[in-house]
T-cell receptor, first 114, second 109 residues
């Protein structure tokens, strides 16, 4: 039982480099999300997708892009990383995009931008 | 604006009971969640309240008062493994999920 798989688990990246965080789910959930979590702050939504082929901006989308070519995969790309993007990134999924059901989270990707 | 408040940190004793409060101000309401997050791990779902009252699930219970914009998570018979952060989140009128910063619960023997 995999659920949601994120890769890489941890990465140190030089500022200005491009980075893609991968996320794959095997639960056939319609909705997927990318959050960042920083000390002292709540989870903040970066981008979301309510169904394959559609994406939307969350609370903190600047500097990030996503795609949802199929149901299972939802990669997050940092086009040109900056130190303020140092954070723990969580991918999550749910049956629907109404936020009235349980979110299932991946184990997280810890990103350090130097 | 929309806001969720919960205490930053709480300490309790093994075997005791602890109540973690969450107050919220949102435009509309479509449910309140509690998640547990151990250090270095992903959040995991604990409870979902959409109607007023108490929902009990084993040692954990969650209470909601929509008129007061208030919820609490009650943990009974505390165990050392309950040491974790507890996250409160509310679904607003546009079905956006708003998260509190979390309450770090420290359990002492």
């Amino acid at each position: 039982i995999a659920g949601i798989t994120q890769a890489p688990t941890s990465q140190i990246l030089a500022a200005g480099r491009r980075m893609t965080l991968r996320c794959t789910q095997d639960m056939r959930h319609n909705a997927m999300y990318w959050y960042r979590q920083d000390l002292g702050l709540g989870l903040r939504l970066i981008h979301y997708s309510n169904t394959a082929g559609t994406t939307g901006k969350g609370e903190v989308p600047d500097g990030y892009s996503v795609s949802r070519a199929n149901t299972d995969d939802f990669p997050l790309t940092l086009a040109s990383a900056v130190p303020s993007q140092t954070s723990v990134y969580f991918c999550a999924s749910s049956v629907s995009g109404t936020n009235t059901g349980e979110l299932f989270f991946g184990e997280g990707s810890r990103l350090t931008v130097l | 604006g929309q806001n969720i408040d919960q205490p930053t940190e709480m300490t309790a004793t093994e075997g005791a009971i602890v109540q973690i409060n969450c107050t919220y101000q949102t435009s509309g309401f479509n449910g309140l969640f509690w998640y547990q997050q151990h250090a270095g791990e992903a959040p995991t779902f604990l409870s979902y309240n959409v109607l007023d009252g108490l929902e009990e699930k084993g040692r954990f219970s969650s209470f909601l008062s929509r008129s007061k914009g208030y919820s609490y998570l009650l943990l009974k018979e505390l165990q050392m493994k309950d040491s974790a952060s507890y996250l409160c989140a509310v679904t607003g009128s546009n079905y956006q999920l708003i998260w509190g910063a979390g309450t770090k619960l420290i359990i002492k023997p």
